[in-house]
C-alpha cells in the first residue's frame, strides 16, 4: 500500500534552501479579498471564545499584538512588537520545516511563521500550521518573558537532541507550547498555541470530557499524542515558572546541557 500518496504536501517538513526573510525584511504578500475575508471570520469567532478561558498572559499579548479585524496582519510588525516586548522577531517560512531548522530558529529567539491562510473549506481544521495558527496562535505568548524565555531553551536544547530525546521533547512541546493549560486564580485556563487557534479545541479543552494531569515534566516526554484528533489528556502548570524551572531541573537529570 502506498500511504505517501495519502499525506498532504503541506505535511511534509521542508528544508530551507534559502535564507527565510526575519524581521523588516519580510514583505506583504498580494492576499486575495477571500484571504482576508478568511482572516475576519477566523479572527471575529476565534476572539470572542476567549474572555474567560484563554490566560491572562496570552490575552495581554492579544493587546500587544493589536491585530487587525477585518484583514491579515503583516509579519514584519509582528515581528516588531516581539522585538520590543522580549527582543524575539519572526521570519517568513514556506512551510511546516524541518524539525533542525524549526529548533534552530527557536534557539535564536526567532518565531518561524507561515505567510499563507486556510482555504474556506478547511475553516474549522487544516492539517498543517498557516498563518491564523502561527500568528494568531503563537506570537501574542511570545511578547511574554517568562514563556518567551521558556520557548527559547525548549529550542535550544531540543536542537542539540536526537533520537529518543527528540522525540521526548517534541512531546514536551506538544503538551506546553502547543496544548498546555494553567491554574490561575480565576480558574482553569488555556495557554496552549494549538489550542488558542483552534475553533473545537478551545471549546473542549476545558470540559470535563478531557483528562487533566498535573505538570510532571517525566510525565509530560513519555506520553504519546495523537495530533489528528481532539486531545483526551492535558497538562495544567501552576505558572509559566513552575514550567520553565521544571523543564530546567528535567533536562539536567537527562545530562543533555
Ligand atoms: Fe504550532
Known sequence: MNLEKDIDPRCVAVHLEEPAPEGDAIGYPDYSAEDHETWRILYERQRALLDGRACDEY??????????????PSLRDVSRTLQSTTGWSAARV????????FFAFLAR???????YIRPRSEMDY??????FHDIFGHTPMITNPA??????????????????????LERFYWFTVEFGLIHTWAGLRIYGNGILSSYSEVRHSLTDTVTKLPFDPDRVAAQEYDFSSMQPLLFVIDSFEQLADGFDAWVRRQAWD
Open 126 to 131: 487544516t492539517p498543517a500550521p498557516d498563518l
Open 59 to 72: 490575552l495581554a499579548g492579544l493587546e500587544l499584538m493589536r491585530f487587525p479585524d477585518d484583514r491579515i
Open 94 to 101: 514556506p512551510g511546516m520545516l524541518h524539525e533542525r531548522d
Open 147 to 168: 514563556f518567551a524565555s521558556f520557548y527559547r531553551r525548549l529550542g535550544r536544547v531540543s536542537l542539540s537532541a536526537t533520537g529518543d530525546d527528540r522525540r521526548r
Open 109 to 115: 529567539g526567532v518565531f518561524p511563521s507561515t505567510d
